[in-house]
Structures are given as C-alpha cells and as structure tokens.
C-alpha cells in the first residue's frame, strides 16, 4: 500500500474498506464535552453501519470511558497525565499502535500532534486527519483541507405525542409543566441564580411550574428555599427529561458545540440559553431561542414570564428551532467527512 507523503492522498483509498485508528485521548479529557464525544462516537458508527469503516480506538487507561461501537477494536494504553503523557501518547504511543495494526488513517483531536517533535513521525508516516472546535463549529483538517462539519442532533431524539408528553410529566414533575436545565458540572453560583430566577418568577405568577434540575449534586440551603416543593433534583440528564418539557433553560458550558439545542428543537422544545461568552461556539441562531446574559436573574425571570403567559411566543419558538434543525442528520455531517477523507 503506498501511504501518504508530501500531502498526497492514498492511490488505494478507493479499493478497500477503510481501516482506521480513532486517538480517544482527547475525547476523554475533562475538558472535551459530552456532546463532542457523543457526536464523533456516533459519527464513527454510521461510518461503520454504512460505509463499512474499520476501526481501532486508542484510549487511554487513565481517562474517562467511551462507548466503543460493536465490531470496533479497543486498544487500552496507560501513560502519563499532562504533557509529558502528551508526549509519550503522541510520540510513541499512537505510532506504535498504528503501524502494529496497519491502519489507513489516524484521527486525533487537540492534544499532542505536531508537525515538527513529538509528532512528526505520524504525521508523515500515515495519513492524519485532525479535528479542532472552532468560532464556526467543529473543523476537520485532511491533507491540507479544513472543512466545517455540520453539527447534528440526537436523531433518537423526537417530538412527544400528548398522551406519551403527560405520562413522562407524571413520573418526572409529579404531573406539572416544568422548566428543565441540565446542571452537570455547573458551579454552585450558577445553579443558585437559576435557583433565584425561578423564584421571581413564581413570586410574579403564583403558578404551579416546576423547575427539573438534573445533573445536581447537594445543593447549599436548599431545604429553605421557599419553593423546594416546585423544585425536582435528577442526578442524571436523559432526552424524556427534555422531550416532556415546557422549555429548557440551556447554559452553555467550555467548547460546548451546541447539540443540546439541536436537540431541543428536534423535540419541539422552547429554549432560553444563558450566554456566557465561553459556550456554544457562535451562539444559537438568535431567532430560535431567547437569550439572557450571564447572571441576568431578573432577565431569566421575565424570560421564563414570557414563554409562560405568551403562548405565541413559545410556538414561534418552536416553528422556528424546528425550522433550522430540519435538514441537519447524521447522514449528512458523515457525508462530510466521507467526501474529504475520500470514502
């Protein structure tokens, strides 16, 4: 097999199901999301339901665990934390692994890789393919080309008839509409001013919304609060939670792409998004979501007024999220990826 060398693309890539090695050590790191993950995950699986890629994900013994498809090869490896295991990972690791399984292609994130160092072997031995987040979403870079992948939602993901809505209402909020916000490694001023937000706004309505925090952990002082009984604590996020309710309220968090919105507008549910300057990497289309400033309390309590008592508000949200995520798929961002790596 003739490999890459000087930028030129593989003369077999064409004649024979592609065999590639996936770097999991950036997808495990703390700082990488879960949506990150779960996209380029999933992105490797269709290529494997629909393409027939082969695959063999590296990770390493150290990090946070990922769900590797079925047919796919693990190979766990233990090295060092930091740079120095950056080092290690990039400069020895990753290319013994790949040429002990004569892989086509290396994928890896930001981490250790570069053109000169640690990395310049790989680089020039086989072909290597590297995503990055960036200002306009997640980019691929592959033999001198960037390309901008489009981001998808959840296609498990899906709007609720009533009857299934109320009985998920039911076992969630005790039967109530709700307010939803997932909190996971959310700081605990940030959960208490959505705590304060959604005081002031039942003190302005007296209804009886509820407001279903998952990912909580204990959170201080809240056996007095005034409306402990409206508030519904969930240690873990799941789509029905999004699915049955009346809004999300969404907080972007560090190189968080977005999806959680996709995937509300999947399911025909209104968003507010807190913008914090360091989240979603352009922001949601201003015209699908409300948006508030970062501890805005006042803000998000008349946010929160407004898809409540302004029903035409709520369903022009609705129209208008369902609009934009209509022709985003999985099928088309693996597209993508498939006519610049040349599937």
């Known amino acids: 097999m003739k490999l890459l060398r000087e930028g030129q693309i593989l003369d077999s890539y064409?004649?024979?199901?592609?065999?590639?090695?996936?770097?999991?050590?950036?997808l495990q790191r703390a700082g990488t999301s879960d949506?990150?993950?779960?996209?380029?995950?999933?992105?490797?699986?269709?290529?494997?339901?629909r393409h027939g890629v082969e695959w063999v994900f590296l990770l390493d013994k150290g990090g946070r665990g990922l769900d590797v498809p079925?047919?796919?090869?693990?190979?766990?490896?233990?090295?060092?934390?930091?740079?120095?295991?950056d080092k290690?990972?990039?400069?020895?690791?990753?290319?013994r692994a790949a040429r002990r399984e004569k892989v086509d292609l290396v994928i890896t994130g930001p981490g250790g890789v570069r053109t000169s160092g640690p990395g310049k072997d790989l680089a020039?031995?086989?072909?290597?393919?590297?995503?990055?987040?960036?200002?306009?979403?997640?980019?691929?870079?592959?033999?001198?080309?960037?390309?901008?992948?489009p981001l998808a939602p959840d296609e498990d993901v899906r709007s609720l008839p009533a009857g299934e809505r109320e009985k998920l209402k039911e076992e969630?909020?005790?039967?109530?509409?709700?307010?939803?916000?997932?909190?996971?490694?959310?700081?605990?001023?940030?959960?208490?001013?959505?705590l304060k937000a959604f005081s002031l706004f039942k003190k302005r309505q007296l209804s009886n919304m509820r407001l279903v925090l998952?990912?909580?952990?204990?959170?201080?002082k809240l056996d007095s609060y005034k409306y402990r009984e409206d508030v519904c604590l969930y240690p873990g996020r799941t789509k029905d939670q999004m699915e049955a309710a009346y809004a999300i309220i969404h907080t972007p968090r560090r190189n968080d792409p977005g999806i959680a919105i996709l995937n509300a507008w999947r399911a025909k549910t209104p968003v507010i998004t807190v913008m914090n300057g360091t989240g979603a990497l352009e922001g949601p289309a201003p015209e699908a979501v409300l948006q508030v400033k970062e501890d805005d309390i006042s803000g998000l309590a008349e946010a929160l007024k407004s898809?409540?008592?302004?029903?035409?508000i709520r369903n022009e949200l609705i129209e208008r999220g369902a609009t934009r995520v209509d022709s985003l798929g999985m099928r088309g961002s693996v597209a993508v990826i498939r006519e610049l790596l040349g599937i």
């Open 214 to 220: 998952a990912g909580a952990g204990a959170i201080d």
């Open 124 to 149: 020039i031995k086989t072909p290597l393919c590297m995503w990055r987040l960036f200002d306009d979403g997640l980019i691929f870079s592959f033999n001198g080309r960037d390309v901008r992948v």
């Open 307 to 312: 898809l409540y008592k302004n029903e035409g």
């Open 88 to 95: 290690l990972w990039y400069g020895w690791v990753m290319p």
């Open 14 to 26: 064409l004649c024979h199901d592609m065999h590639i090695l996936l770097d999991g050590r950036p």
């Open 35 to 49: 949506e990150t993950r779960w996209f380029i995950m999933t992105c490797a699986k269709e290529l494997t339901a």
């Open 172 to 194: 969630i909020a005790g039967g109530r509409e709700y307010f939803f916000a997932d909190v996971t490694g959310m700081g605990a001023s940030k959960v208490m001013n959505l």
């Open 70 to 85: 079925a047919g796919g090869k693990g190979l766990v490896r233990k090295t060092l934390p930091g740079r120095l295991g």
